[in-house]
T-cell receptor, first 115, second 115 residues
């Protein structure tokens, strides 16, 4: 158990809908990272928050947004869903700068299926 | 741009034998970090080992060691005494420079351990 929790574990929805994925980081970690794992794109970094502020952005679509709350949990909002958004979405928590040697602890992931 | 290349889509190894999973990387940063993660069929991402670009010695963690050859830009994972539970996808990841907040992943290698 990494200490990172993600809910829900599975999500099935229809095209055009909006969903919210939730993540609680490990105790003491201020950084939350979101990743998307799909068959065609592999594992891709989406966005990072640190202590409530956006710190880095990757290949995140404009239809997607995220935020980190004062209690440090984070939510990833996906709207106007398309079939291609079906993927495993990971949340990870860790240090602010990975080059400081700290590992990122990954949550169990949320598997999103868009029908 | 940073890039990770894992050229072995799949590999087989006999139980109790050692196996090397290849990883080459490309980065223009002087300071960077290399990670290996394991993803079993259950889907979670498990941190295995970390190597910093300025670390003089190769990293080791139990049965895992990282064969770091900086001049060749390679960071191969060596698993000694393979076990059936080692069957999984293995991902090499890179961080550093302006993207020091996020991990860039390779496409992964599927390792199958044969009894």
């Amino acid at each position: 158990d990494s200490g990172v929790t993600q809910t829900p574990k599975h999500l099935i929805t229809a095209t055009g809908q909006r969903v919210t994925l939730r993540c609680s980081p490990r105790s003491g970690d201020l950084s939350v990272y979101w990743y998307q794992q799909s068959l065609d794109q592999g594992l891709q970094f989406l966005i990072q928050y640190y202590n409530g502020e956006e710190r880095a952005k990757g290949n995140i679509l404009e239809r997607f947004s995220a935020q980190q709350f004062p209690d440090l949990h984070s939510e990833l909002n996906l709207s106007s869903l398309e079939l291609g958004d079906s993927a495993l979405y990971f949340c990870a928590s860790g240090p602010l700068r990975l080059r400081d040697g700290g590992e990122q602890f990954f949550g169990p992931g949320t598997r999103l299926t868009v029908l | 741009a940073q890039k990770i290349t894992q050229t072995q889509p799949g590999m087989f190894v006999q139980e109790k034998e050692a196996v090397t999973l290849d990883c080459t990387y490309d980065t223009s940063d002087q300071s960077y970090g290399l990670f290996w993660y394991k993803q079993p069929s259950s889907g979670e991402m498990i941190f295995l080992i970390y190597q910093g670009s300025y670390d003089e010695q190769n990293a080791t963690e139990g049965r895992y060691s990282l064969n770091f050859q900086k001049a060749r830009k390679s960071a191969n994972l060596v698993i000694s005494a393979s076990q059936l539970g080692d069957s999984a996808m293995y991902f090499c990841a890179l961080t550093g420079g302006a993207g020091s907040y996020q991990l860039t992943f390779g496409k992964g290698t599927k390792l199958s351990v044969i009894p």
